[in-house]
């Protein structure tokens, strides 16, 4: 009897979280000015069919009107919005049911800040980071940052792209560089191989083209070549196409 009655309050509950988040959804507005925002500044946007590009619209404002976005020290404006959903939603696209259920709240700082969040004193070098601890479902960005993510989007830098694929690496329990909600069980030993192999050759090897911060370990290796993917395609496949092609599988497991 005390199992059926806690189920049914499971399902309760359930069903109260499931028609908040519908009735924020619906009562959410995009700015007006949207389309014109994601044309200017989104080529992943671009490469969309007009069906594409409205589930897009729709995929924002579902991350909108359940992710807050607050300025610290800075006014957030509707490129800001834009921008930081756009981002999120780039990685998650061709999957959707998914939603970042492991975010509530995004924080948008003047500049660059410290490891303890801080933007006075030193060591502050930090662009973006999601939260931990007491910081638990937020996310910290720099605004000069954010912006100047999208006004280059060929240069292999993204920190929007970076912090998002640090929670789609948190999903499953473990920020540790295995996204396992994207890899499928045969490749999971490829990639957990492939990513110790590149990581080794980098900080044995003078140069390399990706991010040397990638070495810094398998959780930010796989962040900064989601940057990578995402933003120079061409170049990841030429250099390293074993690379490439698995992170494909991931990102894309079927043309949306």
Do not use: C
Request: hydrophobic letters at 40%; charged letters at 25%; proline letters at 5%.
């Amino acid at each position: 009897m005390i199992g059926l009655i806690i189920l049914v309050l499971v399902v309760i509950i359930a069903y109260a979280v499931y028609a908040d988040r519908k009735r924020r959804i619906h009562g959410y507005k995009l700015p007006v000015n949207t389309q014109q925002l994601l044309s200017e500044n989104v080529p992943f946007y671009n490469n969309l069919d007009s069906k594409g590009q409205a589930t897009f619209e729709s995929r924002i404002k579902d991350f909108l009107a359940n992710t807050s976005i607050r300025g610290v020290g800075v006014v957030v404006e509707d490129l800001d919005r834009i921008l930081i959903a756009a981002g999120a939603i780039m990685l998650i696209f061709p999957f959707p049911d998914w939603k970042y259920n492991n975010i509530s709240e995004v924080l948008l700082y003047k500049g660059t800040f410290n490891r303890e969040y801080s933007t006075d004193g030193p060591e502050r070098n930090v662009l973006g980071m999601v939260g931990d601890g007491a910081m638990h479902r937020e996310m910290v960005l720099s605004q000069p940052s954010l912006r100047s993510s999208f006004k280059n989007p060929t240069d292999g830098h993204n920190t929007v792209i970076h912090e998002f694929a640090h929670l789609i690496d948190k999903a499953d329990g473990s920020t540790d560089g295995i996204p396992e909600y994207l890899l499928s069980q045969p490749h999971l030993l490829p990639w957990i191989n492939l990513v110790h192999k590149t990581i080794k050759d980098m900080r044995t090897k003078e140069r390399s083209d990706i991010d040397f911060y990638g070495a810094t370990n398998e959780s930010e290796f796989f962040a900064v070549v989601s940057e990578y993917f995402f933003e120079r395609p061409d170049k990841l496949k030429e250099h390293h196409p074993e690379l490439y092609n698995l992170l494909e599988d991931m990102f894309h497991p079927q043309k949306v």
